[in-house]
């Protein structure tokens, strides 16, 4: 009996988690009430203060996973991919099948919704999750002669570069699985064609 509570216990966190993530990113931080995530995910609100004590503590685990996520799948690439191209096409290609389009409430949130004792965290979360893994591909890049050396962009700013680049290819919605991999094989590879080959006519 007590594995069953256990095993119950976890799935419902599963749920509030999945669920939580849903709102915030469709509606905002602001809009969203403990209220309201538990009746989606048919609890009440006490069982959900059982998991978390409010909701930033909510939103903080919802960033979290997000990011940790998206951390372990950049360690997979860098570990199993030297080439620079193949690099950014499948960390490309990772974020467009597994992020929104519009990140834009989420930054806003992290920002303005967020207790200030918290941001530096998320911050160090970001930079490992999203910033190191194409700063790291692209300064090996340049240092192998793969990717050419710019005075106008050093590999810092033209690794800000790039992450926007992947953020504009980002569908605005999810998608049925096979044609967002269609959507996130194209986009993932005109990507790095516009990063490596230009538009500049030879």
């Not at 409010?54 to 570990?79: D, F, P």
């Not at 970001?126 to 591909?137: A, I, L």
């Not at 700013?157 to 194209?186: H, I």
Request: aromatic content about 10%; proline content about 3%.
């Amino acid at each position: 009996m007590a594995r069953k509570k256990e095993v119950s216990a976890e799935q419902t966190l599963r749920t509030i988690i999945a669920t939580a993530e849903r709102l915030f990113m469709t509606h905002g931080y602001r809009a969203i009430s403990t209220r309201r995530i538990a009746e989606e995910c048919g609890i009440t609100q006490p069982a959900l203060y059982h998991h978390f004590p409010n909701k930033q503590a909510i939103y903080l685990e919802v960033v979290r996973l997000i990011m940790s996520e998206t951390e372990e799948a950049m360690t997979h690439v860098l570990q199993d991919h030297a080439d620079s191209k193949d690099r950014i096409q499948r960390i490309s290609y990772f974020m467009i099948m597994n992020h929104q389009g519009d990140m834009t409430q989420m930054f806003h949130d992290l920002q303005f919704e967020i207790a200030e004792e918290h941001r530096q965290t998320i911050q160090d979360w970001w930079m490992r999750s999203y910033f190191n893994p194409v700063m790291q591909t692209l300064t090996e890049g340049i240092a192998k002669g793969d990717i050419k050396s710019m005075s106008t962009a050093p590999p810092m700013e033209l690794t800000f570069f790039v992450l926007e680049m992947m953020k504009s290819f980002l569908p605005p919605s999810k998608q049925e699985y096979d044609a967002r991999r269609t959507f996130a094989e194209k986009k993932s590879k005109m990507l790095v064609d516009i990063l490596f080959n230009g538009i500049e006519k030879k």
